[in-house]
């Protein structure tokens, strides 16, 4: 009897210091949906309730924050452990929810600048939109373009993505080495193909804006 008590016991203590170790995250309508990995230059946080903080390392990020680069800014995010989200300069991103899964960022809304995406094979699609087309992709890299005309330009770097207009509804597949363009009213496609020496120089750019670059091996995807 005292050997049962004293494994009920040990068993108990560790449970108990497993839990104070490593308590669950609390459950709010906000829920903390990834981390800002890293920031150089110029970027700040917009909060739902209208707060402005400035973005650093390591900050939390949550849905319906807004993320805002300056003309030397750039933003790394990690969004639920499986989407990689880059953040040129002169961007306003907006985090959103996912339908069907309210408490994850699924939706990522790029109303100017520049976004490049890179999701690892996830739960759900995510969703990058922007006035003008917008694109539902899995395990694909990819970069999105507001244009100061309006227009959008993708830009397929590996995997494949659906991208409808918004006013047309026409859809089209972005894959590797296409460039698809729409104009700003959403209504009219070009889709055309791009060298590989041109999607070397896309990720370049991007290795080019932040401190550590794109070729790191915890990378979901390595170039060639």
Same mark, same amino acid.
Do not use: W
């Given at each position: 009897?005292?050997?049962?008590?004293?494994?009920?016991? !040990?068993?108990?203590?560790?449970?108990?210091?497993?839990?104070?170790?490593?308590? !669950?995250?609390?459950?709010?309508?906000?829920?903390?949906?990834?981390?800002?990995?890293?920031?150089?230059?110029?970027?700040?946080?917009? *909060?739902?309730?209208?707060?402005?903080?400035?973005?650093?390392?390591?900050?939390?990020?949550?849905?319906?924050?807004?993320?805002?680069?300056?003309?030397? @800014?750039?933003?790394?995010?990690?969004?639920?452990?499986?989407?990689?989200?880059?953040?040129?300069?002169?961007?306003?991103?907006?985090? =959103?929810?996912?339908?069907?899964?309210?408490?994850?960022?699924?939706?990522?809304?790029?109303?100017?600048?520049?976004?490049?995406?890179?999701?690892?094979?996830?739960?759900?699609?995510?969703?990058?939109?922007?006035?003008?087309?917008?694109?539902? @992709?899995?395990?694909?890299?990819?970069?999105?373009?507001?244009?100061?005309?309006?227009?959008?330009?993708?830009?397929?770097?590996?995997?494949?993505?659906?991208?409808?207009?918004?006013?047309? @509804?026409?859809?089209?597949? !972005?894959?590797?080495?296409? *460039?698809?363009?729409?104009?700003?009213?959403?209504?009219?496609?070009?889709? =055309? =193909?791009?060298?590989?020496?041109?999607?070397?120089?896309?990720?370049?750019?991007?290795?080019?804006?932040?401190?550590?670059?794109?070729?790191?091996?915890?990378?979901?995807?390595?170039?060639?």
């Amino acid at each position: 009897m005292a050997k049962i008590y004293s494994t009920f016991f !040990l068993s108990t203590l560790f449970f108990l210091i497993t839990f104070i170790a490593d308590p !669950l995250p609390a459950q709010t309508e906000q829920s903390l949906s990834g981390v800002i990995h890293q920031v150089t230059g110029t970027a700040h946080i917009i *909060k739902a309730d209208g707060r402005e903080l400035p973005a650093e390392t390591g900050t939390p990020i949550a849905i319906n924050d807004v993320i805002v680069t300056g003309n030397d @800014g750039f933003v790394e995010l990690f969004l639920n452990k499986a989407c990689r989200v880059h953040v040129q300069q002169s961007s306003r991103l907006v985090l =959103q929810g996912s339908e069907g899964a309210e408490n994850n960022i699924g939706r990522l809304r790029v109303d100017s600048g520049e976004i490049m995406v890179n999701i690892v094979e996830s739960a759900i699609p995510v969703i990058v939109a922007t006035p003008a087309a917008i694109a539902t @992709g899995n395990n694909a890299n990819f970069t999105a373009r507001v244009m100061p005309d309006g227009n959008t330009v993708f830009t397929g770097l590996n995997g494949s993505i659906e991208v409808t207009a918004v006013s047309s @509804g026409e859809v089209q597949m !972005l894959a590797r080495r296409n *460039k698809l363009s729409t104009d700003r009213r959403g209504q009219v496609f070009t889709l =055309q =193909q791009i060298s590989n020496q041109e999607v070397s120089r896309v990720i370049q750019f991007y290795n080019s804006s932040g401190r550590t670059g794109m070729n790191r091996p915890d990378l979901p995807y390595q170039y060639r």
